[in-house]
C-alpha cells in the first residue's frame, strides 16, 4: 500500500514561470514531510521541510504548502530555473518513527 | 567536506555470489540506512541502524544483511544476489531517525547488476 503518492511522474515549465509538484499521502499518523532533488549520477539531497503543525514553509525560491484536512502537500518553485530540473522525492514521517516513507518521484524538466 | 561515500558505484555480478557495498561517513552521524531506487516504485528502504550495534529491518529487507561496528560505516551485504536485487543503492545518514533539523544526507548511489 503505497502512503505517499507522486500521481504525476513528470512535469515540463518554461524558465521563470511556477512549477507546482504535488504529493498526497494516506497515513494520518504523518507528521513531517520533506522534499528531496535529485539529478542523474548523484543522491537526493534535501531540499525544504514542513511539520505538520505548520500550514506553509517557505526558503527563497522554494515553497511547501501543507494540507491536512486533504492530506495533501505541494512544492511550489518561483520562478523555475533550467537547473531546477531534477527527480522530486516526497518524504513523510510518522510520529516518533525512525523511518521516511518516499514517493515515487516527480521529474521536473524546466526549459529555457 | 561532509559526505557520504559509498563504494563501488558500479557493480555487475553473478547469482550468488557473496557481495558487499560499502558506506562510510565523515559527519559523526548516529542514523545511517540504505534504500534502494527501482523505476516506478521510488526509494524503498532495506535497513537502518540507530547507532552502533542497533540495526533494523525496514520495508525491502530480504536478501539484505547489515552490520554497524562503528558508527561511521554501515555495510550492505548480499549474501547470494539474485537477479531481483538489480537496483540502484543508496546509503543514507542523519544526526537522528527523527529527521527534525537532520535531513538525511545520501551517498552517490551503487548500481548493481545481477546475471
Known amino acids: 500500500d503505497q502512503q505517499v503518492k507522486q500521481n504525476s511522474p513528470s512535469l515540463s515549465v518554461q524558465e521563470g514561470r511556477i512549477s507546482i509538484l504535488n504529493c498526497d499521502y494516506t497515513?494520518?499518523?504523518?507528521?513531517?514531510f520533506l522534499w528531496y532533488k535529485k539529478y542523474p549520477a548523484e543522491g537526493p539531497t534535501f531540499l525544504i521541510s514542513i511539520s505538520s503543525i505548520k500550514d506553509k514553509n517557505e526558503d527563497g525560491r522554494f515553497t511547501v504548502f501543507l494540507n491536512k484536512s486533504a492530506k495533501h502537500l505541494s512544492l511550489h518553485i518561483v520562478p523555475s530555473q533550467p537547473g531546477d530540473s531534477a527527480v522530486y522525492f516526497c518524504a513523510a514521517r510518522k510520529g516518533g518513527s525512525e523511518k521516511l516513507v518516499f514517493g515515487k518521484g516527480t521529474k521536473l524538466t524546466v526549459n529555457p | 567536506e561532509a559526505q557520504v561515500t559509498q563504494n563501488p558505484r558500479y557493480l555487475i555480478t553473478v547469482t550468488g555470489k557473496k557481495l558487499t557495498v560499502t558506506c562510510s561517513q565523515n559527519m559523526n552521524h548516529e542514523y545511517m540506512s540504505w534504500y534502494r531506487q527501482d523505476p516506478g516504485l521510488g526509494l524503498r528502504q532495506i535497513y537502518y541502524?540507530?547507532?552502533?550495534?542497533?540495526?533494523d529491518k525496514g520495508d525491502v529487507p530480504e536478501g539484505y544483511k547489515v552490520s554497524r561496528k562503528e558508527k561511521r560505516n554501515f555495510p550492505l551485504i548480499l549474501e547470494s544476489p539474485s537477479p531481483n536485487q538489480t537496483s540502484l543503492y543508496f546509503c543514507?545518514?542523519?544526526?537522528?531517525?527523527?529527521?527534525?533539523?537532520?535531513?538525511?544526507?545520501f551517498g552517490n548511489g551503487t548500481r548493481l547488476t545481477v546475471t
Open positions: 497515513n494520518s499518523m504523518f507528521d513531517y
Open positions: 543514507a545518514s542523519s544526526w537522528t531517525g527523527g529527521f527534525l533539523n537532520s535531513p538525511l544526507h
Open positions: 541502524s540507530m547507532n552502533v550495534e542497533v540495526t
